[in-house]
């Protein structure tokens, strides 16, 4: 018995389109046609065809099922790395919902990293911000550095946080006198952020420009004034 396109595809639960799409990335081969020109499928395709569907169903790619030669359709292989792929989605869910606990059970705030929620409260829109952006471009190690520089809050860190756009430049100078001692201390307990981290996910060039122009993004032009002012009080030689 033969059976066209549109019947192979109904006795296999899937769509004509589908077939289709198999004899395209060579998974199920073409079958003999008739004198009118139709298709003819027989058993050795539709066998075929439910060997794709059901490692297809399982969840094993396309990609992989095409690997394999018709008699290796059951590879233990294929389903092993699916194992794998699954056991590694499953271990990150899992740390998903262990964050998800947390956040529902604590009411943190849910625009940092989670190690910093504890501190978030206390920090800046625009630092929040910036830490969201910097564990995109550092490493958790170098992110780890930078948490522990929030342990402990320097009461300038309010006045910078409230400093208004248009303040006067005393204000600004001031501000950027008390504020270079913190860069400096900030330096010499984070040596790495005077000069390219050992902990960049990304190049040292991708990583400054990214952070320049969040730094440049985030914060009002008159806290960028005192960034640069307490910068060249903390450097002056540079």
């Known amino acids: 018995m033969a059976w066209s396109t549109r019947q192979l595809a109904e006795l296999a639960g899937t769509t004509v389109k589908a077939v289709r799409h198999y004899h395209d990335i060579g998974l199920l081969d073409l079958p003999d046609r008739a004198s009118n020109g139709y298709k003819q499928y027989g058993i050795a395709h539709l066998v075929r065809l439910l060997q794709i569907r059901r490692l297809s169903d399982l969840g094993v790619p396309?990609?992989?099922i095409a690997s394999l030669g018709a008699e290796e359709l059951d590879a233990e292989e294929a389903v092993r790395a699916l194992d794998a792929e699954l056991e590694s989605t499953i271990e990150r869910l899992q740390q998903t919902r262990a964050e998800l606990a947390v956040i529902l059970q604590n009411g943190v705030r849910t625009d940092v990293p989670a190690e910093f929620a504890s501190v978030a409260e206390e920090m800046s829109e625009a630092d929040?911000?910036?830490i969201l952006v910097s564990s995109r471009v550092y490493s958790?190690?170098?992110m780890k550095d930078i948490r522990g520089l929030l342990d402990t809050r320097d009461p300038i860190d309010d006045e910078f946080?409230?400093?208004?756009?248009?303040?006067?430049q005393e204000t600004i100078e001031s501000l950027a006198v008390r504020f270079a001692?913190?860069?400096?201390?900030?330096?010499?307990?984070?040596?790495w952020l005077e000069g390219p981290?050992?902990?960049?996910?990304?190049?040292?060039?991708a990583v400054r420009t990214t952070m320049a122009e969040a730094v440049l993004h985030l914060y009002n032009p008159?806290?960028?004034?005192?960034?640069?002012?307490?910068y060249r009080i903390a450097h002056p030689e540079a």
């Open 161 to 168: 946080d409230s400093l208004p756009a248009d303040a006067d």
């Open 128 to 130: 929040r911000a910036l």
């Open 197 to 205: 981290a050992s902990g960049e996910l990304l190049g040292a060039e």
């Open 140 to 142: 958790a190690e170098a």
């Open 181 to 191: 001692p913190v860069i400096l201390r900030h330096q010499a307990e984070i040596p």
């Open 222 to 230: 008159a806290q960028l004034e005192v960034m640069r002012a307490a």
């Open 62 to 64: 396309l990609s992989s």
